[in-house]
T-cell receptor, first 111, second 113 residues
Framework: DAKTTQPNSMESNEEEPVHLPCNHS???????IHWYRQLPSQGPEYVIH???SNVNNRMASLAIAEDRKSSTLILHRATLRDAAVYYC????????????FGGGTRLMVKP | DTGVSQDPRHKITKRGQNVTFRCDPI?????LYWYRQTLGQGPEFLTY????????KSRLLSDRFSAERPKGSFSTLEIQRTEQGDSAMYLC???????????FGPGTRLLVL
């Protein structure tokens, strides 16, 4: 799997938007961009995924650069419950199905 | 949909003992995965099943680790002759082919003394 680079940690204020960046300069044409998050003392939780176009769901938005070498996970209004480690993962379509997690970004939300 | 469950949630054992963990996936999910997570790191893939077939096991950490899914439903992960370095969180996830999303359980935290 191609490598991703994320900041180790970020801080946000409650009720403000949060933009979590991910660089993936070696992404290939068949790699999907997945985001999972892991709240304290829990297993990871799926957030969102996309290929080329921006994606929205009830949890977040995913903005993908035109050249696909980077992407940004957007939480529109951070809450204290969004404090977690956020992982950006590349997965080739139908390729073995394992997820290769990096170190992720630890998001801290201040009240 | 009751989610993925794992049992036990915590296990303390002495070095050299064998341990077995159980994972119950979301019903009708045909793929089941095992990961290990050490403190401060992201989860590390170990193995996965499609129905009862184990399709990838080269990532199991040593021959002390083995996994089964005998009837294509629940799975067990066994560690024989545990070592202190086996102390970690063991996570199970399941998915329904062809959907890509994996649903994780709460994990089993193992401490080897």
């Amino acid at each position: 799997d191609a490598k991703t680079t994320q900041p180790n940690s970020m801080e946000s204020n409650e009720e403000e938007p949060v933009h979590l960046p991910c660089n993936h300069s070696t992404i290939s044409g068949t790699d999907y961009i997945h985001w999972y998050r892991q709240l304290p003392s829990q297993g990871p939780e799926y957030v969102i995924h996309g290929l080329t176009s921006n994606v929205n769901n009830r949890m977040a938005s995913l903005a993908i650069a035109e050249d696909r070498k980077s992407s940004t996970l957007i939480l529109h209004r951070a809450t204290l419950r969004d404090a977690a480690v956020y992982y950006c993962i590349l997965r080739a379509y139908n390729a073995g199905n394992m997820l290769t997690f990096g170190g992720g970004t630890r998001l801290m939300v201040k009240p | 949909d009751t989610g993925v469950s794992q049992d036990p949630r915590h296990k303390i054992t002495k070095r050299g003992q064998n341990v077995t963990f159980r994972c119950d996936p979301i019903s009708e999910h045909n793929r089941l995965y095992w990961y290990r997570q050490t403190l401060g790191q992201g989860p590390e893939f170990l193995t996965y099943f499609q129905n009862e077939a184990q399709l990838e096991k080269s990532r199991l950490l040593s021959d002390r680790f083995s996994a089964e899914r005998p009837k294509g439903s629940f799975s067990t992960l066994e560690i024989q002759r545990t070592e202190q370095g086996d102390s970690a969180m063991y996570l199970c996830a399941s998915s329904l082919v062809p959907k890509e999303t994996q649903y994780f359980g709460p994990g089993t935290r193992l401490l080897v003394l």
